[in-house]
């Protein structure tokens, strides 16, 4: 089998069990399930995305559910071709929609009163929740934000469309620094914080090249969702913006690449405390 492929799991289920299955699969922090559904929909889709067959096919063995192959150069074209109705449910904590449809958005609200919204249009780019990277972020920082009291400090690197400053300012989270390189990537999450009502102040965008970037602050939380071999370059200043105790979160990695990151992390003196995989990242 070409090791080029990738491999979706996916299962259905009725909507009335969706709790148990939510439960049942997000206690296992190595893998990121994807629980798309409607409001009223009778069936919840379920899915996941392995570079190996083996992979894929425990996850069936445990779950049941089917397997479809993927040519991997289609990657991009499945992850990011969803349909606008589709939903991301993040824990039991927020919603991530693509659709800004009023009437969709009023639904959604009046089904889950209880969590967070978030609106992410697609045209919106550089990063709507879609992709697994980004919400693996969001699952990993959900859980992080049970643990830290309110008001905890966040320095979100790479930003892209602003969702996971906007996420965590949602989950408690400030004072949070939000930086980007690209001057459009600003624009798009300036547009982000109004969509979402932050409030002036609560969320600081600044357009920074991380290569030229030196640290001035700590954080107790430093979120990195950009290319691993940036990664590696700036690892020591990342180090340097971490509180004592601080959590470094590092997205972006592909599974081929997660070896030298891990290496980087060692050379200045932190641990990998847990680890997470979509698709090939």
């Known amino acids: 089998m070409s ?3 990738l491999y979706r799991w996916h299962h259905q289920f009725p909507s009335r069990e969706l709790e148990a299955w939510e439960a049942r699969l997000n206690a296992d ?3 990121t399930f994807i629980f798309s559904a409607s409001p009223g929909q009778v069936e919840v889709t379920v899915e996941a995305w ?3 067959r083996t992979e894929a096919d425990a996850i069936k063995k445990e779950f049941g559910g089917r397997i479809t192959e993927v040519p991997d150069q289609n990657w991009a074209a499945v992850d990011g071709s969803a349909s606008r109705r589709r939903i991301i449910r993040i824990r039991d ?3 991530v929609t693509l659709d800004d449809d009023p009437e969709f958005l009023a639904e959604l609200k009046e089904k889950w009163p209880e969590r967070h919204l978030l609106i992410f249009p697609p045209d919106m780019a550089f990063g709507t929740g879609d992709h697994g990277t980004t919400s693996t972020c969001l699952r ?3 859980d992080l ?3 830290l009291s309110p008001g905890w400090s966040l320095l979100d690197l790479g930003t892209g469309t602003g969702i996971l400053a906007i996420a965590e300012h949602r989950l408690g989270a400030g004072p949070i620094l939000a930086t980007d390189y690209d001057w459009r990537a600003l624009q798009v999450a300036e547009e982000g914080l109004l969509r979402h009502d932050i409030p002036t102040g609560s969320i600081e965008l600044r357009e920074e090249d991380v290569l030229e970037w030196t640290p001035t602050k700590t954080y107790d939380v430093v979120a990195a969702n950009i290319f691993s071999t940036v990664l590696v370059q700036i690892m020591t200043k990342l180090r340097k913006s971490l509180k004592p105790n601080g959590i470094l979160l590092l997205s972006g990695i592909l599974a081929t690449q997660r070896d030298e990151v891990v290496e980087a992390l060692e050379k200045v003196g932190m641990t990998v405390l847990r680890e997470g995989r979509a698709g090939k990242w």
Do not use: A, D, G, V
């Open 93 to 95: 904590r927020m919603i």
């Open 29 to 31: 922090p190595e893998r």
């Open 50 to 52: 392995c570079t190996e």
């Open 145 to 147: 934000s049970r643990k």
């Open 3 to 5: 090791s080029s492929n």
């Open 140 to 142: 990993f920082l959900t």
